[in-house]
């Protein structure tokens, strides 16, 4: 379950934080960090150029070749590493009561921060509902939901630091994080890869090349993200499915079993996720709440093989 964090007096914030990792999350951390006035003081990365490159970008922080020197001058440590770098670099580390670790993996809570709670440092996860690709804006965490698992105190000092972001943090049960974040891949990465499917169908269309593409899908994507923002769900749902129009449904089926036969397992599964949010938009039309049934049906039958021209 999903809970608001306690919005009472803002606790100081433990600084100097260090950055262990310097690719798109710390990138995105440490420049939101600086221009909230936080100090950065030390980032590490296993190629030291890459924690150079971050350390130029946040004044007063040093870059470190070994990731313990950069540990010892945090009083907050950010293990800003993949998932699976977690576990062994906090393992590897010696850490102290008094200094708070904390990583930003969506999946997983504390449990991969054992090692630093077993020798008396405060440990907590920090992630944000947001996907950060290596650019350094410092508004990047403006409005982003950030969810944080810790005890108290550190859980009440990482909402305040959430919001010194400009952030709106919210606890999350452990237990629910794996679907938590299902949720963010499936949002985030889903809707890339679904940018390049489009892409790649309309450069067998049209002859457009990737990058040409993408620029032509990226008003629609926009107008998609606009009617969510604006309608929300179900309204945003446009399209065929939404008119409970199979004829048009065919044809793109018919053309996708010529084309690209690869990507009709992924076009009929979305068109069966757009179909409950097509019948709450229906509401009470008698009419079209039929005609969705009836294509509920044909997909069915499509997807086993019946009725599907080929
Ligand atoms: N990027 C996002 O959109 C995003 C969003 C929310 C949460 N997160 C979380 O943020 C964390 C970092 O993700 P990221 O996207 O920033 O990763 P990333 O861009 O790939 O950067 C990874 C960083 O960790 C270092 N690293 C790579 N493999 C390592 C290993 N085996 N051991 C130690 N260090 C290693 C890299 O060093 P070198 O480059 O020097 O080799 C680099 O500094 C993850 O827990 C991720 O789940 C990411």
């Keep these: 379950m999903i809970t608001a964090s306690s919005s009472s007096p803002s606790p100081s914030i433990r600084q100097p934080v260090s950055l262990l990792g310097a690719g798109g999350a710390a990138t995105a951390l440490g420049v939101a960090l600086v221009a909230a006035g936080i100090e950065v003081s030390a980032v590490w990365s296993r190629r030291l150029e890459h924690a150079q490159a971050l350390a130029t970008r946040l004044p007063g922080a040093l870059?470190?070749?070994?990731?313990?020197?950069?540990?010892?001058?945090?009083?907050?440590?950010?293990?800003?590493?993949?998932?699976?770098?977690?576990?062994?670099?906090?393992?590897?580390?010696?850490?102290?009561?008094?200094?708070?670790?904390?990583?930003?993996?969506?999946?997983?809570?504390?449990?991969?921060?054992?090692?630093?709670?077993?020798?008396?440092?405060?440990?907590?996860?920090?992630?944000?509902?947001?996907?950060?690709?290596?650019?350094?804006?410092?508004?990047?965490?403006?409005?982003?939901?950030?969810?944080?698992?810790?005890?108290?105190?550190?859980?009440?000092?990482?909402?305040?630091?959430?919001?010194?972001?400009?952030?709106?943090?919210?606890?999350?049960?452990?237990?629910?994080?794996?679907?938590?974040?299902?949720?963010?891949?499936?949002?985030?990465?889903?809707?890339?890869?679904?940018a390049g499917v489009a892409a790649d169908l309309l450069h067998r269309a049209t002859g457009l090349e990737r990058e040409a593409a993408v620029r032509h899908l990226l008003p629609l994507l926009r107008g998609v993200l606009v009617n969510l923002e604006q309608l929300g769900l179900p309204q945003a749902l446009t399209g065929p499915v939404a008119r409970a129009d199979r004829a048009t449904l065919e044809r793109h089926v018919a053309a996708l079993a010529r084309e690209t036969p690869e990507w009709l397992a992924l076009y009929r599964a979305l068109a069966e996720a757009m179909l409950p949010l097509a019948r709450e938009r229906a509401a009470n039309d008698r009419e079209r709440l039929a005609a969705l049934d009836a294509l509920a049906d044909w997909l069915a039958s499509a997807e086993s093989g019946e009725g599907v021209s080929r």
């Design 63 to 194: 870059a470190c070749s070994h990731p313990q020197s950069a540990a010892d001058r945090g009083a907050l440590v950010v293990l800003a590493v993949p998932d699976s770098a977690i576990v062994p670099l906090c393992a590897q580390l010696r850490w102290r009561s008094g200094q708070a670790v904390i990583h930003l993996a969506g999946a997983y809570g504390r449990e991969l921060l054992a090692p630093a709670a077993q020798a008396g440092a405060e440990t907590g996860a920090f992630h944000p509902l947001q996907t950060f690709a290596g650019r350094a804006d410092p508004a990047a965490w403006h409005g982003v939901a950030v969810a944080i698992e810790a005890d108290p105190p550190l859980a009440t000092e990482l909402a305040s630091l959430a919001r010194r972001l400009g952030a709106e943090p919210f606890s999350l049960d452990p237990v629910q994080r794996p679907l938590y974040h299902a949720a963010a891949a499936l949002a985030a990465n889903g809707l890339t890869a679904l």
